[in-house]
């Protein structure tokens, strides 16, 4: 008889955190602090910064912001759950996540992201925050992080630095976040 593989996996991480109907952050959870600090993050995604601020203070990208905005709406006037997959890297993980989003009463939304798996890899350099950039500009999907080096190729990030000859540019170019055709096709599935 097989054993149930999935029974033998350490408890996965989850972070929560809820907006309300405005879309301001109004609650996150204990284990917050911990996952910004564990990350590097910035500032400004500190628990204390957070609080207060809407959420689209953290969604970069107008593709993206519609997507979330097209998301919350269907979770509220539904009333339902809706979940998506989506990357959150840092330049030397690979972090798969899955987001739940579940209504709350008063057009509150708790906000649920599950770390699946991570990865290590080579460090990112492209992906640090702190590097001076050029003028150009690469897209990259901000569910799947992988970046356009066609106008109907899209390429984990690897791939794309050097089908895109990255690495031979003297600083790297700036990154603007947008939705690869996948993850569209994947949203319009889940909203249904
Ligand atoms: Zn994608």
């Given at each position: 008889m097989g054993e149930d593989q999935t029974l033998q996996k350490p408890e996965q991480e989850t972070y929560v955190y809820r907006i309300n109907a405005d879309d301001v952050i109004v609650w996150v959870g204990d284990n917050w602090q911990a996952f910004v600090e564990a990350n590097k993050g910035?500032?400004?995604?500190?628990a204390k910064a957070v609080l207060?601020?809407?959420l689209y203070d953290y969604i970069c990208g107008l593709e993206v912001r519609h997507l979330y905005a097209t998301v919350l709406k269907v979770v509220r006037e539904r009333n339902q759950v809706l979940h998506l997959l989506f990357r959150c890297d840092a330049p030397e993980l690979r972090r798969y996540l899955r987001l739940e989003l579940a209504p709350l009463t008063n057009g509150h939304v708790e906000l649920r992201s599950q770390i699946l798996k991570t990865e290590s890899r080579?460090?990112?350099?492209?992906?640090?925050?702190d590097l001076p950039r050029s003028d150009e500009i690469i897209t990259m999907c901000s569910m799947c992080k992988k970046v356009e080096t066609d106008p109907d190729d899209w390429q984990e990030i690897e791939s794309a630095i050097n089908r895109l000859h990255l690495?031979?540019?003297?600083a790297p170019p700036q990154i603007s976040h947008g939705l690869c055709p996948v993850c569209y096709q994947a949203m319009l599935a889940e909203i249904g």
């Open positions: 910035a500032a400004n995604t500190a207060g601020k809407s080579e460090s990112v350099e492209l992906l640090r925050p690495f031979e540019m003297e």
